[in-house]
Nanobody, 114 residues
Framework: QVQLVESGGGLVQPGGSLRLSCVTS????????MTWYRQAPGKDRQFIAG????????YYADSVKGRFTISRDNAKNMVYLQMNNLQPEDTAVYYC???????WGQGTQVTVSS
């Protein structure tokens, strides 16, 4: 029922930028906090950003604060993650999530390398 489809990942050089998108369906998007997580090889998934249902300003893990920005478009049921000044330690699979639901999509791979 719940569906989350991430896109926008790819290979980027250190200092570069990417914008990730997440298309959602199967739940009332406008009533939910939306979040982004990431998982590096051999590591647990970690929270990186969240945004309330009608908020403009998100909240962030210290590792990405000042570099990443989460936003949402409630008319399109979409959530975004703008990632600037990417570093090799940002390499991971990135996932969007509505925390109320125990569901993970396929994610999108981000690789930061020179």
């Amino acid at each position: 029922q719940v569906q989350l489809v991430e896109s926008g990942g790819g290979l980027v050089q250190p200092g570069g930028s990417l914008r990730l998108s997440c298309v959602t369906s199967g739940f009332t998007f406008t009533e939910h906090v939306m979040t982004w997580y990431r998982q590096a090889p051999g590591k647990d998934r970690q929270f990186i950003a969240g945004l309330g249902s009608t908020d403009v300003t998100g909240y962030y893990a210290d590792s990405v604060k000042g570099r990443f920005t989460i936003s949402r478009d409630n008319a399109k049921n979409m959530v975004y993650l703008q990632m600037n000044n990417l570093q090799p330690e940002d390499t991971a699979v990135y996932y969007c999530r509505a925390p109320y639901y125990d569901y993970w999509g396929q994610g999108t791979q981000v690789t930061v390398s020179s």
